[in-house]
Nanobody, 116 residues
Framework: QVLLVESGGGLVQAGGSLRLSCAASRNIFSINAMGWYRQAPGKQRDLVARITSGGSTNYVGSVKGRFTISIDNAKNTVYLQMNNLKPEDTAVYYC??????????WGKGTLVTVSS
């Protein structure tokens, strides 16, 4: 199992930026991939961005060019840099880890609110 703790959410105006962080309780080298998901009120939880242990990334189309996912292996931390935020980005953002054992870990989420 892995404990994931997110931070960095908050209230920002449209066009602003936030950086989310997710600290993992175990060495990232035992994790195959990490990702950020988001869930808006009344909607399902969807993938926003994902990065593999090899550094490959993928993004949902609506955030391409605005969000960047990255990993600091020394700190066992994954980041989501979010620029040019839009009101439709408002959601609870969850960190996810795909373990080499086949397990899945989730953080408790951090709220991002973008005002127009």
């Amino acid at each position: 199992q892995v404990l994931l703790v997110e931070s960095g959410g908050g209230l920002v105006q449209a066009g602003g930026s936030l950086r989310l962080s997710c600290a993992a309780s175990r060495n990232i080298f035992s994790i195959n991939a990490m990702g950020w998901y988001r869930q808006a009120p009344g909607k399902q939880r969807d993938l926003v961005a994902r990065i593999t242990s090899g550094g490959s990334t993928n993004y949902v189309g609506s955030v391409k060019g605005r969000f960047t996912i990255s990993i600091d292996n020394a700190k066992n931390t994954v980041y989501l840099q979010m620029n040019n935020l839009k009101p439709e980005d408002t959601a609870v953002y969850y960190c996810n880890a795909e373990l080499s054992t086949g397990g899945i870990g989730w953080g408790k989420g951090t709220l991002v609110t973008v005002s127009s």
